[in-house]
């Protein structure tokens, strides 16, 4: 009986030493300084290009009740649509040039037109529902 207690305080000092030694804190490391470079800034080139100073606008659709409202607009080249979720589901917005990400209640997708045409778009969660932006040549 003895010899089985000096032989479990033997093992509960070894692992007692193991798992203080385990936890020393780190030699800090010194990092040597760094002197800041100057980066240029070099626009990114963006597919679709902004229109001139006051010339475009922005023309809201709402998507509430399942629906995109209204159905349907008509703007200039050079002007935006802005998507509104206002639904309590998520919905998103694709067409020939352009696709949202999912849109949450209250979350907004805009695209700026360029190209005069008509350009059909829908819903990928819910193709029922539809929606057309006809865009006019800006003179």
Request: charged content about 20%.
């Amino acid at each position: 009986m003895k010899r089985g207690l000096v032989i479990f305080i033997v093992l509960l000092s070894i692992f007692l030493a193991i798992g203080c030694a385990g936890n020393k804190p780190a030699t800090p490391v010194e990092t040597p300084a760094v002197t800041p470079v100057e980066t240029p800034v070099v626009p990114v080139s963006n597919t679709t290009p902004q229109p001139a100073a006051g010339e475009g606008k922005i023309v809201e659709v709402d998507i509430q009740n399942s629906a995109f409202n209204p159905e349907s607009v008509e703007i200039l080249t050079g002007d935006t649509v802005r998507w509104a979720n206002k639904d309590s589901i998520a919905h998103t917005v694709r067409g020939p040039t352009f696709d949202s990400k999912v849109l949450e209640n209250g979350d907004t997708y805009e695209f700026l037109f360029t190209d005069a045409g008509t350009y059909n778009y829908n819903c990928s969660i819910h193709p029922s529902m539809k929606g057309t932006v006809v865009v006019i040549e800006r003179k």
